[in-house]
């Protein structure tokens, strides 16, 4: 079946700007999770959602950013007034359940923000 | 939070000899510790997994072993193929919720032919 996808593969945006990440899940996967990943590190955990709740947000860096899952499935990562450092692999996973599932990754959203 | 330390940060063997790489970890309740592959570009992909329950497990040239006391787990890559080449990370759960990851920085694995 199909993976988890991720919309766009790269996005380009100048500092100040507003910017939405699109994660689409496995089918049937209830655990989503966002993470960040810079160059030559390792994901960084953001935020997890299981079902339509964020879980644990405790890695969102600070208030510019925010994430969804309104119906359980789809989520958007949500990044006001960007900064350079924002700049980042942002990557989407998800899983079946939470109890030691395997956490399938997508491919990515390449942030620049210039 | 939960730290997790890996080593080395580069590794470079000859084709057919073995890998191994080891991660620390600082929360003593971190219960599911897998390993992913990630090649230049490409998504993160889980190569093994092992739980806090069990002290080894082997998927065929693949293992990885578990010491809770010493809070350390290691990966060990036999008979390298150049098709290994790639970034290695080790994660380990936050606390015993089984599901937020926090991850090493990685292993690049270089096999020469």
């Known amino acids: 079946g199909a993976g988890v996808s991720q919309t766009p593969s790269n996005k380009v945006t100048e500092k100040g700007k507003y910017v939405e990440l699109r994660c689409d899940p496995i089918?049937?996967?209830?655990?989503l999770y966002w993470y960040r990943q810079s160059l030559g590190q390792g994901p960084e955990f953001l935020i997890y959602?299981?079902?339509?709740?964020?879980?644990?947000d405790s890695g969102l860096p600070n208030d510019r950013f925010f994430a969804v899952r309104p119906e359980g499935s789809v989520s958007t990562l949500k990044i006001q007034r960007t900064e350079r450092g924002d700049s980042a692999v942002y990557l989407c996973?998800?899983?079946?359940?939470?109890?030691?599932?395997?956490?399938?990754f997508g491919p990515g959203t390449r942030l620049l923000v210039l | 939070g939960e730290n997790v330390e890996q080593h080395p940060s580069t590794l470079s063997v000859q084709e057919g000899d073995s890998a191994v790489i080891k991660c620390t970890y600082s929360?003593?309740?971190?219960?599911?510790f897998p390993w992913y592959k990630q090649e230049l570009g490409k998504r993160p992909q889980l190569i093994i997994d092992i739980r806090s329950n069990v002290g080894e497990k082997k998927d065929q040239r693949i293992a990885v072993t578990l010491n809770k006391t010493a809070k350390h787990f290691s990966l060990h890559i036999t008979e390298t193929q150049p098709e290994d080449s790639a970034v290695y990370f080790c994660a380990a759960t936050k606390g015993s919720g089984y599901s937020t990851l926090t991850f090493g920085k990685g292993t690049m694995l270089l096999v020469s032919p």
């Open positions: 996973a998800s899983s079946r359940g939470t109890s030691g599932e395997t956490q399938y």
């Open positions: 089918s049937g996967h209830t655990a």
């Open positions: 929360d003593s309740a971190s219960n599911y």
């Open positions: 959602f299981q079902g339509t709740g964020a879980a644990d």
